[in-house]
Antibody, heavy 119, light 107 residues
Framework: QVHLQESGPGLVKPSETLSLTCTVSGGSISSYYWSWIRQSPGKGLEWIGFFYHSGGTNYNPSLESRVTISIDTSKNHCSLNLNSVTAADTAVYYCASGGSGYHHPFTSWGQGILVTVSS | DIQMTQSPSSLSASVGDRVTITCRAS??????LNWYQQHPGKAPKLLIF???SLQSGVPSRFSGSGSGTDFTLTISSLQPEDFATYYCQQSYSTPRTFGQGTKLELK
């Protein structure tokens, strides 16, 4: 089972870009699907999107115009960029993976990183 | 989007009780239904995948059933560490969606 660790700034100003990195160990970033999921304080879970091993992406339509997920195979990283953020984007952000099949569950999760959007 | 609706939203129970949580999808998702457990301040943990398959390392007191649109998670005999919030999630199509959660509390 892979180990995932999110990193990035914990505070982002409104209208700026939220950028997070997920470092993968114990497995190859070139395999599997890599998702980002967020959870607003006291709220439920929202899937942001995934990057998959053939090089494609799939995003939640609610965020699609603002989000980019990519991987860096040389660093075994998966990255999330979310632009034009507002207070509504304040949440704990998780990276998650779950195998190479389309219908995969999320078997591995990072510990999560709290990102606050505030001036 | 496929809407996932869990019931109840909260549940009070005692150690040793048998509890059942239900999850309904707004359209058929075959058996692509997963269950997660989340403790406060922690990441969700996969318990059950494809409706009824127990994830490795998860105690056998957890079980899942269902197909199509209606699913259940059952805990046969509650242990102290089971008091947490439980989420269902469909992996049939994108966007992936989660239920709103069921908070299991100690009575």
């Amino acid at each position: 089972q892979v180990h995932l660790q999110e990193s990035g700034p914990g505070l982002v100003k409104p209208s700026e870009t939220l950028s997070l990195t997920c470092t993968v160990s114990g497995g190859s970033i070139s395999s599997y699907y890599w998702s980002w999921i967020r959870q607003s304080p006291g709220k439920g879970l929202e899937w942001i999107g995934f990057f998959y091993h053939s090089g494609g992406t799939n995003y939640n339509p609610s965020l699609e115009s603002r989000v980019t997920i990519s991987i860096d195979t040389s660093k075994n990283h998966c990255s999330l960029n979310l632009n034009s953020v507002t207070a509504a984007d304040t949440a704990v952000y998780y990276c998650a993976s779950g195998g190479s099949g389309y219908h995969h569950p999320f078997t591995s999760w990072g510990q999560g990183i709290l990102v606050t959007v505030s001036s | 989007d496929i809407q996932m609706t869990q019931s109840p939203s909260s549940l009070s129970a005692s150690v040793g009780d048998r509890v059942t949580i239900t999850c309904r999808a707004s359209q058929t998702i075959n058996n692509y239904l997963n269950w997660y457990q989340q403790h406060p301040g922690k990441a969700p943990k996969l318990l059950i995948f494809t409706a009824s398959s127990l994830q490795s390392g998860v105690p056998s007191r957890f079980s899942g059933s269902g197909s199509g649109t209606d699913f259940t998670l059952t805990i046969s005999s509650l242990q102290p560490e089971d008091f947490a919030t439980y989420y269902c999630q469909q992996s049939y199509s994108t966007p992936r969606t989660f239920g709103q959660g069921t908070k299991l509390e100690l009575k």
